[in-house]
């Protein structure tokens, strides 16, 4: 999984020659030692010199981190990136990057669509009408979890489909949805549940995020 840390960020303590590639033991700053744990398959992107003040940025991959360490592994040159010669003092932060975007046009996995895709239960459908797109989901590789769609004519308070594990939130989450021209509510349950729990059954949009589980 893609790690996420918000505004975190340092200066190196020494340099280093990333300009061979691969991967590098012992990247030094004391602003790592703020990093949540990395370990494989987990990997975190650092972006040095993101401003460019002394040459092209370089996304580094963290692949080992340790609790309370104020150093790093990762492999250089990531994300169409080139390694360079990072000098002591030079900045470094935990960024969003264009591959946290993922394939907007791939990879969603849509709601009673068969195979290991979860069924609509309860008598919840797809609303159908033109130009509304069919309840789907995806999760992007920094785990985010993507809902999207219209559906209808189900029970208010009973279970729409179930998200699969790995794509269910740390704990239940609450999102505020439009509801046949006026509000309803959706609860994602850290079960994996999506249950619309207030509005009309007429049409229930589908339009929310969240992280999933850890």
Same mark, same amino acid.
């Given at each position: 999984?893609?790690l996420h840390q918000p505004f975190l960020g340092g200066q190196l303590?020494? &340099?280093?020659?990333?300009?061979? =590639?691969?991967?590098?033991? %012992?990247?030094?700053?004391? +602003?790592? *030692? #703020? ?81 290991? &895709?979860?069924?609509?239960?309860? =008598?919840?459908?797809?609303? %159908?009408?033109?130009?509304? +797109?069919? *309840? #789907? ?18 029970g208010i308070g009973q279970v729409a489909f179930t998200l699969p ?50």
């Amino acid at each position: 999984m893609r790690l996420h840390q918000p505004f975190l960020g340092g200066q190196l303590d020494a &340099a280093i020659d990333t300009t061979a =590639g691969g991967s590098f033991a %012992g990247i030094s700053s004391p +602003g790592f *030692a #703020a990093m949540k744990v990395v370990a494989a398959p987990d990997i975190m992107a650092i972006a040095l010199d993101p401003d460019g003040l002394r040459g092209a940025p370089e996304i580094l991959w963290v692949t080992a981190h340790a609790l309370g360490a104020t150093t790093v592994t990762a492999t250089a040159a990531q994300e169409t990136t080139a390694g360079r010669l990072h000098l002591v003092d030079e900045y470094w932060v935990q960024p969003y990057t264009l591959m946290d975007l993922g394939d907007f046009d791939k990879d969603w996995i849509v709601v009673g669509s068969g195979g290991s &895709a979860p069924a609509f239960l309860n =008598g919840w459908v797809n609303d %159908g009408t033109a130009g509304y +797109g069919t *309840a #789907a989901f995806r999760k992007l590789p920094s785990g985010l979890v993507q809902v999207k769609g219209l559906i209808k004519t189900g029970g208010i308070g009973q279970v729409a489909f179930t998200l699969p594990a790995g794509y269910r939130p740390i704990e239940n989450r609450l999102f505020g949805v439009a509801s046949n021209a006026a509000f309803g509510q959706v609860n994602v349950f850290a079960n994996g549940n999506v249950t619309p729990v207030a509005g009309s059954n007429v049409d229930m949009a589908l339009d929310f995020s969240f992280f999933a589980e850890q």
